[in-house]
């Protein structure tokens, strides 16, 4: 497949970014900041969301989505970080409808995929239990109960957590933290009772929550795939989460290189514009190149993910490590090269430093991702 | 569709019948390159009759037009060659500055003339080019070269010399840059002229470089003349062909660096830092080879990338100044990690073990990558002037 948008895909950008432009710029995210927004989020602009149909953007049509592919869904996410948008997009329409999507029964699939595509619903995953992302070493419980297991434990960096209205947990059926093997994905409703949301908004005014787990009762039913064999699924999810962000991160670490450069062209010190030093010529040029090569491998993990899906972890551990690296790389040449007011809260550039540090750490960072890769690789 | 299978089953049946062998085995190292020229080394029978056969099918540059000698093959049919090429470990028949670099200028510059006396000549290999472009006065600032060439009726006079001249103590012809006009401003008194090596008045030195190698020469030239039918392009408009084939230049070098091991960083590393548990033994080692793979395949994807949005009309026509300074600059890294990871083996000079220093000759070589064909910061220069529209630049 060529590495660039087709026709369908470029219309869906355009239209996506002038949306979000007019309807959800950088304003509204401050806006729902300094009213200090109890949803974190606006149900109106959700709502427009679902009327585009961005909410069953992965659904498959038989459940009544748009039943687009990855590099759809990744176009949206980049024009939402372009705009630093807070919305359940990344939350319910990429990884609760994949993982719902891809390991449901058509029970499930029904029931939860068309509340996700009519708006109805707010679903999330909870993997997390330590403040570096270490999916295999998920050590909360679930012992049988007769036809039911019993939920203990604690998540944390649960994006959305104390506003979803379903939880997709991995937790530990069999084995012990390490072990791949033995991790089963449960269906749980949060109104459960046992389960205690607290929510903790991130850096970035996103949301974020820690979740506590207390003799929560759920169905065999409310199995999500099978019992102990829950990693593949959630590999899978959480690469289609990887991909997705680092598309967020291509178009937060964009916008802020082009606000950049146009401050570099207008901004005068010593009698000339800035942007006619050398010394910061190289950097932008540098940075330029850097984003650039993020692109490629961004859009690349995006299509693998369509193409290949069970062989995309290497491609998409490239893509989300450059996009982490290279956005930080964009966000703090802004604020340095912005001098004094990247420095100041009114001016939004600090804004993009905040989002990106965030996505750097979703998921897997840097680090994490070249470990991956070399683990892949055997070295 | 179907027809694009069809070609991909004959072309590969045809490569399987007609590529010997020896050409599939994979290429070591420089002196696996076959150039062609008045004078060829072979290095095998074999070398001679792979470029012989690909060259009668017009396969040593598959997408040229075949009244040019070249294949007349479409984009997607020359990728679906290319890769068949890749599946059965085909070495290219051809090593060519023609092919890369003056071809390219000459179907956009050349007149038909030209285009019919050196295309054909360039994709059998019959004579082999060497580009005159920096002078010893004129290294990033190319422009000021000072090499002239006086009107002399049907004929220029040319005096002045070159330096890195790549090979031109082997090469047939040069493709040269030369001052028509001196008094106009520098960059509007430049002209493309080609001329023949053994016109009388050549002469070359080739330099000796720090990996012990002599890829490059200066060069001579000491009234020589050159009828001025080889004038590419018109009279001092040379710096248009010249910047167009510079881009061609970029992209090549952009692409380079392989030293003949096909084991991958991790691989060498495994065998002389040992492992622990499967994972390297040393962990920073391990950590910046990971970085680099995770850039490199990153930049493999944008030279694809940039191919794609090429067909398209979407590439930037200054965007080879990001691969040539994003290739190069990743070429080294590879070769310090690859000197990193192999400790004091790679630093062996001679030797049989090494093959005669092999790794530390390719490690050296490496860091003229972002010197020649313009430095990593004339790249950065082009791309903050002509991408981001930075003042002043």
Redesign the interface.
Not at chain 1, 292 to 297: F, L, N
């Given at each position: 497949m060529?590495?660039?948008l087709n026709d369908e895909q470029t219309m869906l950008r355009d239209n996506a970014r002038g949306f979000l432009g007019k309807n959800a710029p950088i304003a509204h995210l401050r806006a729902l900041r300094d009213k200090r927004d109890a949803d974190g989020f606006s149900r109106a602009l959700w709502k427009d969301f679902v009327e585009m149909g961005w909410a069953g953007i992965l659904v498959p049509q038989e459940y009544g989505g748009l039943g687009l592919g990855h590099v759809e869904a990744g176009v949206v996410m980049e024009e939402l970080g372009r705009t630093l948008t807070p919305s359940p997009f990344l939350s319910t329409a990429v990884l609760a409808a994949t993982a719902i999507a891809r390991a449901g029964t058509d029970k499930q699939k029904k029931n939860y995929l068309s509340q996700i595509v009519a708006g109805d619903l707010i679903a999330t995953p909870a993997v997390d239990e330590t403040a570096k992302h270490h999916p295999e070493k998920t050590a909360m419980t679930a012992a049988r109960a007769g036809n039911s297991f019993k939920l203990d434990g604690a998540k944390t960096f649960v994006i959305d957590g104390h506003v979803a209205n379903l939880l997709i947990v991995i937790a530990r059926s069999a084995g012990k933290p390490g072990d791949t093997n033995g991790l089963t994905l449960f269906l749980v409703d949060a109104s459960a009772t046992g389960i205690r949301a607290e929510r903790t908004p991130t850096v970035d005014t996103h949301n974020a929550a820690r979740l506590t787990f207390e003799d929560v009762n759920v169905s065999a039913d409310d199995v999500l795939g099978k019992v102990d064999a829950g990693w593949n699924v959630l590999e899978g999810v959480l690469n289609v989460g990887r991909a997705a962000v680092a598309a967020e991160m291509v178009g937060a670490g964009e916008e802020a290189f082009s606000r950049t450069?146009a401050y570099?062209?207008e901004r005068k010190q010593f009698g000339?514009?800035i942007?006619?030093f050398?010394a910061?010529?190289?950097r932008?040029?540098?940075l330029?190149?850097e984003l650039?090569?993020?692109?490629?491998?961004v859009?690349?993990a995006l299509q693998t993910l369509d193409d290949s899906f069970d062989r995309a972890g290497?491609?998409v551990?490239?893509?989300k490590?450059?996009a982490g690296l290279s956005a930080t790389l964009a966000v703090n040449e802004a604020v340095q090269m912005h001098g004094g007011i990247g420095m100041t809260d009114e001016f939004d550039i600090g804004l993009f430093m905040k989002r990106v540090r965030v996505g750097q750490e979703l998921f897997g960072d840097?680090?994490f991702?070249?470990?991956r890769?070399?683990?892949l690789?055997?070295? | 569709m179907d027809n694009l299978e069809t070609f991909r089953k004959e072309t590969r049946a045809w490569l399987e019948a007609n590529c010997p062998a020896e050409m599939r085995r994979p290429v070591q190292g420089e002196e696996d390159a076959c150039w062609g020229g008045r004078h060829p080394v072979f290095q095998s029978d074999a070398q001679r009759l792979w470029l012989e056969r690909m060259a009668e099918k017009g396969w040593t540059v598959p997408e040229w037009a075949r009244e040019y000698g070249g294949g007349g093959l479409t984009r997607d049919e020359a990728k679906i060659l290319r890769q068949e090429m890749r599946a059965l470990g085909c070495r290219p028949p051809l090593t060519s500055f023609g092919i890369s670099m003056l071809g390219p200028a000459l179907l956009k510059y050349g007149s038909e003339e030209q285009k019919r006396e050196h295309l054909p000549k360039i994709t059998r290999g019959e004579i082999r080019w060497c580009q005159g472009y920096s002078e010893p006065g004129a290294g990033s600032d190319l422009a000021s070269l000072q090499a002239r060439a006086e009107d002399k009726g049907d004929q220029f006079l040319v005096n002045g010399s070159k330096i890195w001249t790549t090979y031109a103590n082997k090469a047939d012809w040069i493709f040269c840059l030369v001052r028509t006009d001196p008094s106009a401003p520098k960059h509007e008194g430049i002209s493309f002229v080609l001329f023949d090596m053994e016109s009388a008045g050549v002469s070359t030195k080739p330099i000796t470089l720090i990996s012990g190698a002599s890829p490059f020469c200066e060069t001579f030239f000491d009234d020589v003349l050159v009828p001025k039918a080889n004038l590419v392009g018109k009279l001092n408009k040379g710096w248009d062909v010249a910047k167009y084939l510079l881009t061609h230049e970029r992209d090549m070098i952009g692409g380079m660096g392989s030293t003949g091991d096909s084991r991958s960083l991790g691989q060498i590393a495994s065998e002389t830092v040992g492992t622990d548990n499967g994972m390297l033994a040393d962990t920073a080692l391990r950590g910046q080879i990971a970085a680099y793979e995770i850039d490199a395949l990153a930049f493999r994807l944008t030279m694809e990338r940039v191919g794609d949005m090429a067909k398209v009309g979407q590439a930037h026509p200054a965007v080879s100044s990001l691969l040539k300074y994003y290739g190069t600059e990743l070429n080294k890294r590879r070769m310090e990690l690859l000197m990193s990871a192999g400790g004091s083996d790679a630093l062996e000079w001679e030797g049989e073990r090494s093959r005669e220093g092999r790794t530390a000759r390719a490690w050296l070589r490496s860091k003229g990558n972002s010197i020649e064909g313009g430095t990593s910061e004339i790249q950065l220069n082009i791309i903050a002037k002509r991408i981001l529209s930075l003042p002043g630049a």
């Open positions: 060529a590495l660039v450069v570099l062209r000339r514009p942007g006619e050398q910061l010529q190289h932008a040029a540098h330029y190149c650039e090569v993020t692109r490629s491998a859009l690349k290497a491609i551990s490239v893509a490590a450059r840097a680090n991702h070249a470990d890769l070399a683990r690789n055997r070295y | -």
